[in-house]
Structures are given as C-alpha cells and as structure tokens.
C-alpha cells in the first residue's frame, strides 16, 4: 500500500509539473500572439502575431479612397489619390502598440479562460473587443515627385527664362465672341521645380500628422499668398510690353459700350464683338490708333452696322409666306405694310451714344411701322381676306372672332383685287365712295390700300361664291352691313390686312 501511495504521489507530482510547464509555455506562447477575446477593426485576432494581423489589416484597407487636393492659382482642384503618388500604409506600430497592452500583465489569458468557463463573472472581452487602430503613412518622395513633374496641370503657364525675354508675352488678339482680348503671360508664372518639391513637403507634412489617427483630407492651396510666392512668379515688363498694355487700354476703353436693339421679342446686342469692328484698320489690317494710344473710329462701319439693322428687320414691300386659314401656306406680295427704320435717324444715335459712351436699351426709329415689329410683323390679330373662296377673316390674339363671305373686285373688268399685306390705315363712317362714273354711299368705311377698302355694301343681296368674276365691286371689298357694324367699332387703326387668291 506504501509503495502504491508513493506512485500514485509521484504521478501527481509529474502532471503538476507537466501543467505547470504548459501554462508557462502557454503563456510564453501567448506573449508573442494576441490572447482570447480580442478583435481588431472587425479582425477576431485571437492567437494571431503582430505580422500577420499587420497583414490582414494592410490588405483590407484602401489607399486610392485616400486623396489630397491641391488648388492651383486659377481656382481649379486636383485630387491625388495617395496610391498614386508614392505613399504606402502600414498598421505594424499600431498593432504593435496594441500587443503592449495586451502584454501587460502575465497569465491573464489563463483569468480569462477560467472565468469565462466558469460564468463567474462576464469576460475581459469587454474592454478589448472592437478594439480600432488607424494606419500610418509612409512617403516615397522620390516616387511622388516624378509623378507631379508629369502632371498636366503642373506644366501648364511655366516660368522660363526664355519666355522672360520675349517681348510677345504680352499681346493683343482679336476672337470671335469677344472682341479684342489681352494676352498677358507674364503674369503669375508657375516654378515647376519649387512647386513640385512644396506639394511633396505638403503630403508628407500633412500624412505625418494623421498618421495613427482616422484620415481626414486635406487640402494644399498654392493660392494663399505665402505658398504663391513660393510657387509663382512674374515677368517684369519691359518697354514694349508697356506700349502694348497702354493700348490695350485704349482698346478697352473702345470696347467698353453696350446696347440692346428691340425689335419686338428679338434682340441685336452691341457688345465687344460687335464695337471691334469698328475700328480702323491700316493697309495691313493692323488697328489704327491715335497719339493717346487710343483706337481711331471707322464711322462708315457704323452706317454699315444701321444697314444691316435694316436689311435684318425692314419687312416693307417683302413677299410673305402666310398660314391661311383654309389649311395651305401661300406666298402673299408685299405692299407698303412693314416696318422700315429710319437709317439716318438711328446712325445719329447710335454714333452719339457710342461717343458719349451711353449704354442702355433702344427702341429704333421707323419711317413706317407694322403693326408688329421684328420678322413676323402681322402677329396674331389681324384681317384675312381670301379671294379665291371669297371669305374674310378677323382674328384677335389668334382667336377667330369674325367669319363672313365677301365680294371682291370684278375680275372680267380688270378690276380684281390685288393681293398683297397691307394695313387699315383710315376708317370713317357714312361716307360716299366715288368713282368715274359713281357715287355709293356706304355707312362704314375702312381704307387699306389706296382707294380699296372693306365697306358694306346693302344693294348687294348676296355674297360669296363666284360673283366677284362677273359682277365684283372696282377693287373693294364688300361686306354685309351686319358684319361691318360689328367689325367696324372692334378694328384699330394699323391692324395688318393679308389679301391673296
């Protein structure tokens, strides 16, 4: 029995010793892993080396979302994406940083355990778990410089030394939508090299800063006036340019005259590109300029800019294309209707204004005047009178208000009609109508074109259909009483009438 005790004894002593020396190995084992229970940034980490959650971590995370802005002088942003530009993470000092503090105090792996196994009490989990640690950046700046030297925006308006001699830096040009422009490039000129190695300062700079902390963008503004004057530089001037500069503010000056023309809802617009041409040009198309460097007035271009005003919106005497209301577009000749400005009115004006430097509005000057201005100058109210169907019209703001048949001009006689736009231009009540051999009272009488106008004609007792072949009126147009009574007191001086077959 003694000797089956001392065996017994010895067995236990050898699995003591065997426990003890694997909870030591384990805890050796856990000075070099993350113990029980810890997640890093959603990684459970248990049992895991520092190199390789490192690994997992870099792998995870992504370096193009990560960008740095940098703003030029012009205003204009550019993002570098750091995976672009020479710059690398890695979270190794984090994560060892971390492995610290799990390694603070010894066998707590083994407190853990039992106490999670035994329910005593809820686990350590508590105070790592979800545990979030933040990369640190690294700079390659060799890297990130070649990259900048060979971005676009940076080799744009650079300063160089033989642009400083060049004494067409500043110029003036004339373009097509603005008249003449300056072409300065002295101005604010771009040092590549020192702009190049202030933006890598910047990155690493500002990298250094959040490195171990959650990243936030930044922006590098060459603008602000301390980093401008380490990027940029100007030319100076020199005696040529200044020449160039006193008359670009001549030609200013020149261009600096606005106005509206109105014609109806359209609009012609004097501005820049319009003022440059007219000024006068030497034998070699170069500008004429006066001993105050500034240019010299080509008046005739002003009396050809009112012409073109005229041949542009001047509709007296020009064939139309009508929508009549029997369905079908017909060609209708011009008569004395229309607008027609007055040339010399409008170039005193315009020549006055342009002197006295008077920008604004205008309403030209007619020597006649439709009862629309612009192209389509009958608008929507006016009179039809269609000589084939023998039918006449009244339309206000396009709603057909009177529809009734007529007899025109007697066509067997040679006294038809004739078809062209034309204008109620008198009206008169109870008025004799005389010819050769006649004299009608009529009791409504509206003028449109010389002797022809629209009356009532109470003799007649029917109207319409085809008696105007045989036995038509001298060139009027005849209506019944009924009708002229109503369209008589609603017609206003000036109102378009549009005779056509």
């Not at 109806?264 to 319009?274: C, Q």
């Not at 009112?306 to 020009?318: E, F, P």
């Not at 577009?329 to 607008?339: A, D, H, I, R």
């Not at 050769?436 to 029917?462: C, F, L, Q, S």
């Amino acid at each position: 029995m003694k000797k089956f005790l001392l065996g017994f004894i010895r067995v236990i002593g050898v699995m003591a010793v065997l426990g003890i020396g694997a909870v030591i190995a384990l805890d050796q084992y856990y000075q070099n892993v993350f113990p029980l229970f810890v997640t890093i940034n959603g990684e459970y980490c248990t049992g895991m080396t520092v190199g390789r959650v490192t690994d997992i971590l870099n792998d995870s995370y992504d370096l193009h979302a990560d960008k740095i802005s940098v703003r030029t002088l012009d205003g204009a942003v550019y993002e570098l994406p750091l995976d672009q530009y020479g710059v690398t993470i890695s979270y190794k000092p984090a994560v060892a940083e971390y492995m610290k503090q799990c390694k603070s105090k010894p066998f707590q792996w083994l407190e853990d355990l039992v106490v999670s196994s035994l329910n005593l009490r809820a686990p350590r989990i508590h105070d790592m778990i979800e545990e979030t640690v933040y990369p640190t950046y690294y700079c390659d700046t060799a890297v990130m410089a070649a990259k900048l030297e060979r971005a676009a925006w940076l080799n744009e308006n650079l300063y160089s030394e033989e642009k400083r001699h060049k004494e067409n830096a500043v110029s003036i040009i004339k373009s097509t939508s603005e008249g003449y422009i300056l072409v300065d490039q002295t101005k604010d000129l771009l040092l590549k090299e020192q702009a190049v190695a202030f933006i890598c300062a910047e990155i690493v700079n500002q990298l250094t800063k959040i490195s171990g902390t959650p990243y936030q963008s930044a922006l590098i503004d060459l603008s602000a006036k301390s980093n401008k004057d380490i990027c940029y530089k100007s030319i100076p001037y020199t005696a040529k340019m200044k020449d160039t500069l006193a008359k670009w503010e001549g030609i200013r000056e020149f261009q600096d005259f606005h106005m509206i023309y109105e014609f109806g809802g359209r609009e012609e617009i004097i501005d820049e590109a319009v003022v440059a041409d007219w000024m006068t040009l030497d034998a070699q198309g170069e500008l004429v300029f006066d001993e105050e460097n500034r240019p010299v007035l080509d008046r005739t271009l002003i009396k050809e800019y009112v012409a073109y005003l005229a041949s542009t919106y001047n509709t007296v005497g020009i064939e139309r294309s009508f929508k009549a209301t029997r369905g079908d577009l017909v060609k209708v000749p011009g008569g004395g209707y229309g607008n027609e400005l007055d040339e010399a009115a409008e170039y005193e004006f315009l020549l006055n204004a342009f002197l006295n430097r008077q920008s604004g509005t205008r309403i030209p000057q007619y020597i006649s005047e439709a009862w629309e201005k612009g192209s389509d100058d009958i608008g929507d109210t006016y009179i039809e009178v269609d000589m084939t169907d023998q039918h006449m019209y009244y339309y206000v703001d396009g709603e057909l208000v009177i529809d009734t048949p007529v007899v025109t001009g007697n066509t067997s006689r040679n006294w038809g009609t004739p078809a062209k736009v034309c204008a109620v231009y008198f009206k008169q009540k109870n008025r004799v109508l005389r010819g050769a051999n006649y004299a009608t009272p009529v009791k409504y009488w509206m003028a449109v074109d010389g002797h022809i106008g629209i009356h009532d004609a109470t003799w007649r007792k029917e109207f319409g259909g085809e008696i105007y072949q045989t036995n038509g009126s001298h060139g009027c147009i005849n209506t019944p009483i009924e009708i002229m009574e109503e369209l008589y007191d609603m017609v206003e001086l000036g109102t378009p009438v549009i005779l056509f077959y």
